[in-house]
C-alpha cells in the first residue's frame, strides 16, 4: 500500500494534500498523502468546492481507517487526462460524488444503479482501490483523481458552490423521487428541513408534485414554503398530524436520527410509501401499520451514474441547486459543531482555495 508520509514524486504516485482526521473523533488537520498517478480513463480534477456532509462527522466519529480526508461532493477543474480519455478535456469544470467504482458487471451495475453493486461500491473516501487496494481519500483535498465513469459535466448556468452538494444529497433525494414517480397529481410529504429535506422539496415542487413539508422547528416552516413547499406543518403538533391520515401517496423521511414514524405511516394511502433516507441505528413503528392500508416502509441508496446525470441536467433546465454557505477551509471544526446543532440552512461547502499548502510542499 502506498506510504502517506512519503513526499517523492513517482510514476506511480502524486503527492497531494488535505484536511484528515488523523484519529477517531480528532479535528482536522492539515495532512500531505499519496495519489495514484492517472490510469487510462482517468482525470485529476483541481478541487474548487467541495461539500460539508454530515455523514463525513460521522465517518469522522466512527470505525472508520484512519487518517481519514472526508469530502463527497467536489467541483473542481480537469487538470490532467489519462491516455484513453474522450469525455473530457484538460480545463473542464466537473463534479464528483460518493461513489468512484464498482464492479461494473452485475446487474445493478450493468442498469446504471451502481449504488446497489453486488460486490459493494468504492467510495470516494474511506474506501478500499479495486485495483491497488490503497484508502481512498476524499476531497477536502487540493486535488483528485478518478476514473472518468464517476465524473460529470458541471450544469450550465448553476453557480459551482452550490452545485456541490447535488452530487450527495441532490441525487441521494432525487432518486427516490424518480423511482417512485412523484409528478403531477401526487401529493407528497418531505420529513426534516436539512441539507437532503430541502433539496427534496425543490425537486418534488419542479416535478410537479404537491409538496407538504414536515418540521419539528415552527422556524423553518416559511423557509419550506419558499422553497417550493405548498403546505408546512408542525409535525409535534398532534391535531395537525391528526388531519393528515390516508393523506399522501409518498413521504420522503430525511431525518437521520430515531423518531416516531407512525404518525406517517398513518398519513399514507392505500399501497402508499414511507421512504427512510436517514438510516438511524433503529426504527420506531407498529408493523400493523403496514397492514392498514398495504403501505410500505422502504429506503434508498444514493444514485447511479444515469440518475446523477438526469438529476444534473433537470437542474439546469430547472435552475436549481442546494442552498449554501462557503467556509474556509479552516473553518471546518466550527462548520461541524453548527452542523451537529442544526445552525446550519442548508449545507456547508468549503472554499477549497483557501486550503493552505503545508510548507514541506511549498519548499
Request: some cysteine; charged content about 20%.
Amino acid at each position: 500500500m502506498p506510504s502517506n508520509t512519503s513526499l517523492e514524486r513517482n510514476r506511480s504516485l502524486r503527492c497531494c494534500y488535505g484536511l484528515a482526521a488523523l484519529g477517531q473523533g480528532d479535528r482536522l488537520v492539515s495532512w500531505v498523502f499519496d495519489r495514484r498517478e492517472l490510469r487510462p480513463n482517468d482525470i485529476a480534477v483541481k478541487i474548487q468546492f467541495c461539500g460539508v456532509c454530515h455523514s463525513d462527522l460521522h465517518a469522522i466519529r466512527g470505525k472508520s481507517r484512519f487518517p481519514l480526508v472526508p469530502g463527497h461532493e467536489m467541483v473542481g477543474e480537469v487538470t490532467a487526462i489519462g491516455a484513453d480519455v474522450t469525455k473530457f478535456q484538460i480545463g473542464d469544470a466537473v463534479v464528483v460524488g460518493t461513489i468512484v467504482d464498482s464492479c461494473r458487471q452485475c446487474p445493478p451495475c450493468k442498469s446504471h444503479l451502481e449504488q446497489y453493486c453486488r460486490e459493494g461500491v468504492t467510495n470516494t473516501y474511506d474506501g478500499i482501490d479495486r485495483h491497488d487496494g490503497s484508502i481512498t481519500r476524499g476531497g477536502y483535498s487540493n486535488e483528485y483523481v478518478v476514473d472518468t465513469h464517476f465524473a460529470y459535466h458541471i450544469p450550465s448556468g448553476l453557480d459551482p458552490a452550490s452545485v456541490a452538494p447535488l452530487l450527495c444529497a441532490g441525487v441521494t433525494t432525487w432518486s427516490p423521487l424518480r423511482h417512485w414517480d412523484v409528478g403531477p397529481g401526487k401529493t407528497v410529504g418531505i420529513v426534516g428541513l436539512g441539507g437532503l429535506g430541502h433539496m427534496a422539496v425543490k425537486f418534488a415542487h419542479a416535478l410537479g408534485a404537491h409538496v407538504v413539508l414536515f418540521s419539528t422547528s415552527a422556524g423553518k416552516l416559511a423557509d419550506a414554503k419558499a422553497l417550493g413547499a405548498n403546505e408546512a406543518i408542525v409535525s409535534t403538533d398532534e391535531a395537525q398530524m391528526a388531519g393528515q391520515a390516508s393523506r399522501f401517496d409518498f413521504i420522503l423521511d430525511t431525518v437521520s436520527s430515531r423518531h416516531p414514524l407512525n404518525p406517517y405511516l398513518r398519513s399514507l394511502k392505500l399501497d402508499g410509501t414511507l421512504c427512510c433516507l436517514g438510516i438511524p441505528a433503529d426504527m420506531d413503528f407498529s408493523p400493523v401499520f403496514l397492514t392498514m392500508g398495504r403501505r410500505r416502509l422502504a429506503s434508498s441508496g444514493v444514485g447511479g451514474t444515469r440518475e446523477t446525470q438526469e438529476m444534473l441536467d433537470f437542474c439546469s433546465q430547472h435552475n436549481i441547486s442546494a442552498d449554501v454557505e462557503i467556509i474556509s477551509a479552516a473553518d471546518i471544526d466550527d462548520g461541524f459543531e453548527r452542523l451537529e446543532r442544526g445552525e446550519v440552512r442548508y449545507r456547508l461547502v468549503i472554499d477549497m482555495s483557501t486550503l493552505e499548502a503545508p510548507a514541506r510542499v511549498t519548499a
